[in-house]
């Protein structure tokens, strides 16, 4: 995740961000410098749920997509939200946390 070093904001109109990211988000970006969206981490404030049946909140992702992760299962409950911007409607979900250590049991 993206951290901002500093802000520059220049006669009320143009804000200027200087971030601090790692080599895998560089990747990512591809050299493109338009169309990138910064959202602060604690603004996923709803939860979905994952899983086999569609009904009410659920999220259904498909078995082609996870194989190509290599994602055996979601986790049960995952924070997700909508954002309108620039006219366009996006749903950003985090379907996945990966843990390394001792198992949890629940």
Not at 7 to 16: L, Q, W
Not at 76 to 82: F, S
Not at 91 to 98: D, E, G, N, V
Request: a positive charge; zero cysteines.
């Amino acid at each position: 995740m993206a951290n901002i070093k500093s802000i520059d904001i220049e006669n009320n109109k143009n804000i200027n961000l200087h971030l601090l990211i790692t080599n895998q988000e560089y990747g990512l970006l591809k050299q493109k410098t338009k169309d990138i969206i910064i959202l602060p981490e604690d603004s996923l404030n709803k939860t979905l749920t994952t899983g086999k049946l569609g009904n009410s909140n659920r999220i259904m992702v498909p078995k082609k997509f996870l194989k190509q992760f290599e994602l055996e299962n979601l986790d049960k409950k995952i924070p997700a939200a909508v954002f309108e911007i620039d006219n366009k409607l996006f749903l950003l979900t985090k379907i996945k946390s990966l843990k390394n250590g001792i198992p949890e049991f629940k």
